[in-house]
């Protein structure tokens, strides 16, 4: 019960840090496809190791990826599938999202492109430059003990305009949302579309 107890008062220091983070827009998580990481740091402050003390995370965009984003946005709008881009991607050798991720842990499944990668990139509002924090949490299913990923109320979120974060326009990211709806409707078909063309 102690140890319990305990774990539940750290779990909840931990997100009251994660949210002052968030609070100062800093970045909360693992890198998105098409950014990179960058530390944010003081110089005229210096650690115990004689480093400038690291205040928080920033996103930057990776302009090669960013590109990548984009021309996906394109052609998903242009009427090829998420099926048919990630094969193409595959097909073309492009690392995928969490190719970096899985080398690192040494998996081999997973790798390559899959249809959620892409459905993922086609509804993720931060390539139109709004960051979010706090949507989702964890819980554990009463009847199978598996977490299971739930939505939190809306009223709990952090959400807020990066403008320098903008991969896409509203316009192109509007029209693939609606894209996505119309496909969703009954009796709605998914047609591969054409050849698709990736920088």
């Given at each position: 019960?102690i140890?319990e107890?305990?774990r539940?008062g750290?779990?909840?220091?931990?997100?009251?840090?994660?949210?002052g983070?968030a609070l100062?827009k800093?970045w909360?998580?693992?890198k998105?496809?098409g950014?990179?990481?960058?530390n944010?740091r003081d110089p005229?402050?210096?650690?115990?190791?004689?480093e400038?003390?690291?205040y928080g995370t920033?996103?930057?965009i990776?302009?090669k990826?960013?590109?990548?984003?984009?021309?996906?946005?394109e052609?998903?709008?242009?009427?090829a599938s998420c099926?048919?881009i990630?094969?193409d991607?595959?097909?073309?050798?492009?690392?995928?999202?969490?190719?970096?991720w899985h080398?690192?842990?040494?998996?081999?499944?997973g790798?390559?492109w899959l249809?959620?990668?892409?459905?993922?990139i086609?509804t993720n509002r931060?390539?139109?430059?709004?960051?979010?924090?706090n949507?989702?949490?964890?819980?554990?299913?009463?009847d199978?003990g598996a977490k299971?990923r739930?939505?939190r109320p809306?009223?709990?979120?952090?959400?807020?305009e990066?403008p320098k974060?903008?991969i896409v326009?509203?316009?192109l990211f509007?029209?693939?949302?609606?894209r996505?709806?119309s496909?969703?409707?009954?009796?709605a078909?998914?047609?591969?579309?054409?050849?698709?063309?990736y920088?």
């Open positions: 019960m140890n107890e305990f539940r750290l779990a909840k220091k931990i997100m009251r840090g994660k949210e983070q100062k800093y909360q998580g693992s998105p496809f950014y990179v990481l960058r944010d005229k402050l210096l650690d115990r190791k004689g400038p003390v690291r920033v996103l930057e990776d302009p990826q960013a590109k990548l984003v984009k021309a996906i946005f052609e998903y709008v242009a009427g099926l048919h990630a094969q991607l595959n097909a073309r050798k492009i690392a995928s999202p969490g190719a970096t080398l690192k842990k040494r998996h081999t499944s790798n390559g249809t959620s990668s892409v459905r993922c086609l931060l390539y139109r430059g709004w960051q979010r924090w949507t989702s949490k964890f819980e554990k299913d009463p199978t299971v739930r939505q809306k009223e709990e979120w952090i959400e807020w990066m974060l903008r326009s509203d316009q509007t029209l693939a949302q609606n996505t709806k496909l969703t409707e009954p009796g078909t998914n047609p591969a579309g054409g050849k698709a063309k920088p």
